[in-house]
């Protein structure tokens, strides 16, 4: 059975902090990892990774693969009260012939809230 | 471009009603995907259509039945609602049937939170 697990499960700091959240997976034909930010409504997409080693970066965002040991951290830099968020991570799965119809598994999410 | 949109944006139903709820998307995206996503549980996959015409399980479809009426809309359908399947329900879209990049990823409905008493 696919797998992806998060942590922590909440994280609360204040502004300023760096955090670190951790995304583990075990699953049958990895295609790519995104990570996304939900706030009250829909998720939005921050990253999609699919090579290991090669950090994504946006700003105070970043985040890195590894295929080797199956995980994935995203980092917060000098945090702020807006990036107190939901934060998911997913795995796309390649199917038998190649494609994947975009079928992502999610992780559980990380409960970010980070005070003035 | 209004990109996906979700209807209603709240429901509240008696355990055994029945409901629909609306999907579409403007962007002549060819999958789309229902998910429910649960405190503490992520989102977790209930049905996914890969193309026009086509319909295929996720990972927590019983309940539940779709219908991709047509190339831009996909309904999902509680015959006999249960206290269980209160939740909130997100569609989503992509163009292709693959992530080929940042572009591709999946773009998310704001969501229906539906209440099943």
């Known amino acids: 059975e696919d797998k992806v697990v998060q942590s922590p499960l909440s994280l609360v700091v204040?502004?300023?902090d760096t955090v670190t959240l951790?995304?583990?997976?075990?699953?049958?034909?990895f295609r790519s990892l995104l990570w996304y930010k939900q706030?009250?409504?829909?998720?939005?997409?921050l990253f999609m990774l699919t090579s290991s080693g090669i950090e994504k970066?946006?700003?105070?965002?970043?985040?890195?693969?590894?295929?080797?040991?199956?995980f994935s951290i995203l980092n917060i830099t000098a945090t702020q009260t807006g990036d107190s968020a939901i934060y998911l991570c997913a795995v796309e799965i390649q199917l038998a012939g190649g494609t994947s119809y975009?079928?992502?598994?999610?992780?559980?999410?990380t409960i970010l809230t980070v005070h003035p | 471009n209004a990109g996906v949109?979700?209807?209603?944006?709240?429901?509240?139903?008696?355990?055994g009603q029945s409901m629909t709820l609306q999907c579409?998307?403007?962007?002549?995206?060819?999958?789309?995907?229902?998910?429910r996503q649960d405190p503490g549980m992520g989102l977790r996959l209930i049905y996914y259509s890969a193309s026009e015409g086509t319909t295929d399980k996720g990972e927590v479809p019983n309940g539940y039945n779709v219908s991709r009426l047509n190339k831009r809309e996909f309904s999902l359908r509680l015959e006999s609602a249960a206290p269980s399947q209160t939740s909130v329900y997100?569609?989503?879209?992509?163009?292709?049937?693959?992530?080929?990049?940042?572009?591709?990823?999946?773009?998310?409905?704001?969501?229906?939170?539906?209440?099943?008493?």
């Open chain 2, 90 to 117: 997100f569609c989503a879209s992509i163009i292709g049937q693959l992530l080929r990049s940042s572009t591709d990823t999946q773009y998310f409905g704001p969501g229906t939170r539906l209440t099943v008493l």
């Open chain 2, 24 to 35: 579409a998307q403007d962007m002549n995206h060819n999958s789309m995907y229902w998910y």
């Open chain 2, 5 to 15: 949109t979700q209807t209603p944006k709240f429901q509240v139903l008696k355990t």
């Open chain 1, 14 to 16: 204040h502004e300023g």
């Open chain 1, 22 to 29: 951790n995304c583990s997976y075990e699953v049958t034909n």
């Open chain 1, 57 to 70: 970066k946006s700003g105070r965002l970043s985040s890195i693969l590894d295929k080797k040991e199956l």
């Open chain 1, 39 to 45: 706030e009250k409504k829909a998720p939005t997409f």
């Open chain 1, 102 to 109: 975009g079928k992502l598994t999610f992780g559980q999410g």
